[in-house]
């Protein structure tokens, strides 16, 4: 009889089907599995901590069947489709708040507070930037250059009396058509000196040293003007939602946070590769650095490889963003229950508790300030 009456109450108790995101042994935003020397397997993480929590608390209500990621799969999109269709109940894993989720999936009351953040290498050496100095101008130059020899043409023809100045170049029109090639180009890069000084004084003459004049000044103002906005991208290593349309990032498919930054213009590359890893993600931008001006990772993420890598920045100045768990919209009752364990937790400070034991070393961004 007593066990039937156990049996009985256990299958009274509605089943939830866990769904557990693996993160790699440094990660700090996923469940992490340790296996020991002799072999016990355990696991630890923030995700974890507080799953552990629900699970016990509400034990006498559920049934929780745990399965666990692989590893190497990271698509949290795929995750949420999956959940859609019944496979998962709650994910335990870090999600963003998003609009177009929230139509189809419910989200837990909120366990911490992260943010968008962007990696990048810090300041670029003075070679390099004179490198992208060319890149950027190199075409307005061979322009200028181009536009200096066209105007030393017109000035050998119409101001034919500039040579009275130089016997030798009265005597050589071959030295005299070089001399009016040369001043044209010194012109264009804001030598004026010889076209004015050694003008024929003939209206025609006046009339075309003042054309000459006036589109070399405004063409030396726009390119000092286009080599002093690539010289301030540059020496601000920080990337802002100001000058973020200016970048080109490299975004992992799917993830809710280049949705995000688009809002501000960015200008997102999406990579995917089934089962890359986050720190195989890092790595892949860094052998092609040159293609992107970042890479687009949640804060506690990228401050985990900034704090290894020294030669690596941190910009997040795109607001902080809200953590929760993603639930089954067929499971209001279950999300009404673990939302009220998670307000229980949070107001006797267990909730901070077990997030600064996971995150207390991160600066800057709130991470455990939901008390």
């Known amino acids: 009889i007593i066990f039937d009456i156990i049996n009985m109450k256990e299958t009274n108790k509605d089943v939830i089907k866990v769904f557990i995101i693996l993160g790699e042994k440094d990660s700090l935003t996923t469940t992490k599995r340790i296996i020991s020397e002799s072999g016990n397997v355990s696991y630890a993480g923030y995700c974890w901590e507080i799953f552990k929590k629900i699970k016990e608390k509400l034990k006498h209500k559920y049934i929780f069947q745990v399965t666990f990621s692989e590893e190497k799969q990271n698509s949290y999109s795929k995750f949420i489709k999956d959940m859609t269709k ?5 994910i335990i894993g870090e999600y963003f708040i998003t609009k177009k989720r929230n139509e189809i999936i419910d ?4 366990i ?22 060319i890149q950027k101008v190199g075409l307005q130059f061979l322009f ?12 050998h023809f119409i101001e034919k009396g500039r040579e009275y100045h130089s016997d030798r170049l009265k005597k050589n029109n071959r030295l005299r058509f070089l001399r009016s090639i040369v001043t044209g180009i010194s012109t264009m890069f804001g030598e004026m000196g010889y076209l004015s000084e050694r003008s024929s004084l003939t209206i025609r003459g006046i009339i075309l040293i ?15 003007g286009e080599i002093t906005t690539v010289l301030i991208n540059n020496e601000f290593e920080n990337i802002t939602k100001y000058n ?14 280049n949705k995000k930054l688009k809002r501000f213009g960015a200008n ?26 970042g890479v687009i990772f949640s804060y506690s993420q990228a401050f985990e490889f900034a704090r ?44 901070q508790k077990i997030c600064q034991q996971n995150y207390g070393d991160i600066p800057f961004v709130p991470v455990c300030s939901l008390t």
């Open 244 to 257: 973020i349309s200016s970048k080109r990032l490299l975004g992992y498919k799917g993830y809710s946070a």
């Open 308 to 351: 290894k890598r020294n030669d690596l920045n941190i910009s997040f100045d795109f607001g902080n963003e809200l953590i929760s768990f993603p639930v089954n919209k067929n499971k209001k009752q279950f999300l009404q229950d673990i939302n009220l364990l998670l307000l229980e937790l949070r107001d006797s400070l267990e909730l």
């Open 86 to 90: 019944d496979k998962y109940h709650i």
């Open 107 to 110: 989200y837990s009351f909120p």
């Open 112 to 133: 911490s507070i992260n943010s968008i953040a962007i990696l990048h290498f810090k300041k670029q050496s003075n070679f390099k930037k004179f490198f992208k100095v």
């Open 268 to 293: 997102i590359h999406e990579y995917y590769k089934k089962g890359l890893t986050e720190n195989e993600f890092l790595e892949y931008y860094i052998k092609n650095r040159n293609n992107y001006d």
């Open 210 to 224: 003042t054309i000459i004049m006036s589109i070399a000044f405004l063409s030396i103002m726009y390119i000092q």
């Open 144 to 155: 200028l250059l181009l536009l200096g020899i066209f105007f030393g043409i017109l000035l």
